[in-house]
């Protein structure tokens, strides 16, 4: 019992890295516990690839240098310079920095310092460089030259690129000392104040807004308003009861029950799963369903486990959350032979269109409810906080497909998604949006991605379901279009549910790809050599994964296999170039479902001639999936990572689930089979990523060729592979990328 609950819970430990590093001493001194630890870390987490886990701050002492120069030496124009003469000594920069403004300011060149620093004070670049630190005596010397109002927009700069609310980059001390600079020179200012710098200090193209923490508090006692810091406290509290309320605190010892160690154990760790299931993170919600539903196939967790759901189930307050709770049923079912409980649909207290499919996926019959639904007012507005999560704190294809329907129909979708989304605030009146996505991205640095799924996603969802509900009530729209629309919220793709992480062995090394193009195809051709040793016979289709991770670098490796036709008027040495604008082209795979909930998936396959690339007569054996029931806890997968076959000549294959991995068969024969793992696991991945896992699609012999028909003359194979490398110097800068690509011949 104990490996599947370690392997969730060690993907998920935000301190994971020191104990890593713990776990590999204890390792080579012969820790048996610590060896098997390290095996699910490294199969599962895949974090022997890296980890995107800030240590420490940038200026560590390991790096700082003693500064030998005198700084009062560079003028105020000679600040490039000055900051390339203290790259090293990061230490005792902020102190030099403020010691080269004094001098200079004392010397009446006030003018001069702004001259120079304005451009930097008042933009991200400022926290690049690090002159952030001169914002509160650049806001004295303009107000002391020009006047309170112009200097105004130093403190509002500095309080968003410091991320000041939230403590990021600076101490309390300090953004305590700029509250007090706000209620000292603009007291009619202060709420104008919070509604100008209420932002992220990262985002592109706009940064999101930011909840204050606890120095909102202090700001609103500084100005004797008691009343709305007591308030604002109080909210501030509701907010952290609501988040912990499913945490597995341990009960005091006069309140335990008196029960064997073992149900102890099983108690404790169900108790851990179901917790996880209210995290935002989505791969460790999705991986953590998987594992609850592999708890009710087992006899000795099966009643107990039933029971814990099916209070959850009855306890859920969103239509989402009633989906997801569901689906770790149906994939019991799927993939165990669950027989359901009847008490399953009982113990619904917030139905939808999607949760009726999978009740009858399920074999339980549907009881009809209307839930009362109602129609959007016509004296409804749309609120600002409805648009404003659209496309930040959920992906925007729920509001997307609303326009659509509006657009074609001229009925008022949006306004009732918006409407059924300000309904829904009052299931959690004291805390509807649920946490800080920037707690897991702010402290990577900038340029990074959330794979994140809070409650504002899952009350959005659960009023993009309420209003094709609405849809099919009132509007006559069919029962059948609702259906297949609702299909858009499903947590997990139901061919894809079923997939478990597991690496390959022949997975390549963190030092391989690395070098210049000669070093890369060798890199290659090592590749392929290993699967071949690893299933002889068989090809390797498809490849797409990080393969190092770290603070400071990241590599990520593509690699597809194409089949060239004779007649080529591309020159062998230009023919990555020439496909590179297929690559970005965004090619994929069409697929359509039996039933809308079948774990069998069917590949609508191109015919050669829509695949085929003219002037080089060349074509992929695989492109991605497309976004059909794509699930929302599954973004990490999606759109560069699953390749499956585009077998040239035949018109469809399917997509079904076997032993944790995909199978793709032709006329009921496998041809090929894809393998998922993780690389380098965490709650957010840098932007030029597609995720952080990755994927292989492998031919059963050459399978993959199948009714591929030459146009004319014999036909060779090639690989075309980009390595997308990002590096920094900096932990809070973004990366810089460097894209490489070339074919690689067979």
Known sequence: MNAPWQRKNLSSCPKLLDHYNVLNRLAQVGSSSAVERLRVLREHAGWDIGVLQRLDSPGSDIESKPYTYDVTTFAPEQLGDLLKSLSTSYNEKARLLRVWYQHWDQAGQGRRLLGTLDGLLLSEDGRREGV?????????????????NAAWKYLVQA??????????????????????????????????????????????????????????????????????????AETMVNCVVDDTRTLPLEPPRWASELVSQEGMELTHELRILIARLGWPSTSARWWTMQELAAWLSEPGSRVVTESALLQLLNSRKLEAEVVEVLCIFWMAAQTHGYSPNPKLVESIPRSSILSDLLLESLGLLVEGDDEGLAEVPREFEIPQDFDGVQGSDLPRIFRTSMGEFERHTRLPFVRQMAFEWTTNRAAYPDAPFQGDPWHFLRPLGDGFVGQLSSRTALRSISA????????????????????????LALPVHPTLALLRPKRPAWFPKNTDFDGDTKAIEASIATLVGRVQAARPGDELIAFSSPIVMSMGRCVEVSIVRWSQAAGSTIADEDLAAHLETAWDRGRMLRSLAPEPLSATTRLVLPPLDRLIEGECKAWPLAVPLGFDRLGYLQHDLYPGRLFLPTLPGLAEAEITPHREQLEIKVHGEVVANLCYWNAGWGAARPAQFS?????????RGTSCHIGAVSPSGPVRSFYFWQVRKLQRSNALDRFNQTLMMGVVFT
């Open 132 to 148: 952030l630190v001169l914002s509160d005596l650049a806001f004295q010397t303009r107000r002391k030259l020009s006047g309170a």
């Open 159 to 232: 309080h968003i690129r410091n991320g000041a609310w939230n403590g990021f980059a600076e101490s309390a001390e300090k953004t305590r000392e700029r509250l007090d600079l706000v209620i000292q020179h603009y007291p009619r200012r202060c709420d104008e104040f919070v509604a100008a710098t209420t932002y992220g200090m990262f985002g592109d193209p706009e940064p999101p807004r930011v909840a204050p923490t606890e120095v909102m508090v202090y700001f609103y006692a500084r100005q004797k308003r008691i009343a709305e810091a007591v308030k604002f």
């Open 464 to 487: 993009y379901l309420r209003t094709l509900a609405v849809a099919e009530e009132f509007w006559a729209i069919s029962l059948h279009r609702a259906e297949t629309e609702a299909l």
């Open 691 to 699: 995720g952080n896992c990755g994927t292989a699609l492998v031919s």
